[in-house]
């Protein structure tokens, strides 16, 4: 009863939103037919995380890489489109949670925003991504201010569930943060090519803070969607690694499996987490001075 089943939708990017809709919605029916209690979609889905980056646009007369800006942003939605409101449908209906991506329209730059649709439809989490890539066209979007924990029932039992999206990972502060709110499996939305230092990130984020990690790429960028437990052991009861999955490069569906009970009794036992912490020494941690040679103009550390 404790098992908890993720889908990973690694797909092929669609540009067009009534596309990514209609694709999406049929993934998700697949992964109900799997038995999969939550889908995770790729990093912005509604628009196929379509980028114009800086390096075209600085090539262009101001008023076209202004146009072609403006153009970009104009593809975010609002939190009551229809685009949301069928998965909402469509969570409720098939019963089923989804973790949904999209760039939203806010009444400043759009957000590169994640929801957690639980199976009632109801919308129970919502995150905007803190880590833009400020140094790329995400310069062009507002980044988030906090992170997000929520507590999701998925009928046969309940599950804390965190969210981060693509270049949070490469912050440990992300993981960390989302572990003090309770999280106990953490969902990553992602779009970029999965390098192995990268899925060894990954690895270390979910060992270190003694949870489960799921990262979702799309094909089209390499694919190589993830899962991760704290801990794998064998039948002898030895640990030898924590990887659950690493897909390919193809379009495809693919359902892991977390035992919840395995998984809070190992947090219990060992010391990783929060157990040993020091947080009376980590004062330079949120100081907002910056040191040679890490000093980046285009670096908006107030998240202006």
């Known amino acids: 009863m404790s098992k908890f089943r993720v889908a990973l939708l690694q797909l092929q990017a669609e540009y067009n939103q009534n596309d990514a809709l209609l694709k999406g919605i049929a993934y998700c029916k697949k992964a109900k037919k799997l038995n999969a209690d939550i889908v995770v ?38 939190n009551d489109s229809d685009f949301i409101k069928k998965y909402m449908e469509l969570a409720k209906n098939e019963k089923i949670a989804i973790a949904l991506t999209y760039m939203e329209k806010t009444n400043n730059k759009p957000k590169n925003t994640v929801i957690i649709i639980d199976r009632t439809g109801k ?53 960390r943060i989302l572990m ?20 060894e990130q990954l690895k270390v984020r979910a060992y270190e803070n003694m949870v489960g990690i799921v990262c979702v790429n799309y094909a089209n960028m390499g694919g190589k969607s993830s899962a991760f437990s704290p801990i794998v052991r064998d039948q002898d009861k030895n640990e030898v690694d924590n990887e659950l999955l690493i897909m390919d490069d193809k379009e495809n569906i ?23 912490r020091k947080p009376l020494t980590y004062g330079l941690l949120i ?5 040679i040679p890490f000093i980046r103009n285009d670096s908006r550390r107030n998240g202006i």
């Open 254 to 276: 693919k359902v892991v499996e977390y035992d919840m009970d395995f998984i809070r009794n190992y947090r219990k036992q060992q010391p990783f987490g929060d157990c040993y």
């Open 41 to 78: 979609f790729p990093e912005m889905w509604n628009m196929g995380y379509e980028m114009l980056f800086d390096g075209e646009l600085k090539k262009q007369k101001n008023n076209i890489a202004n146009s072609k800006i403006k153009e970009w942003q104009n593809k975010a939605i609002r």
């Open 287 to 291: 100081s907002n001075d910056t040191q």
């Open 180 to 199: 003090l709110q309770g999280s106990e499996i953490i969902i990553v939305p992602n779009a970029c090519n999965m390098t192995k230092i990268r899925l």
């Open 123 to 175: 919308i129970i989490l919502k995150y905007s991504k803190v880590h833009t890539v400020d140094f790329k066209m995400e310069a062009y979007l507002q980044p988030g201010d906090h992170f997000e924990t929520c507590q999701l029932d998925y009928g046969r039992g309940k599950v804390k569930l965190g969210t981060m999206i693509c270049f949070d990972r490469d912050f440990p502060e992300s993981a």
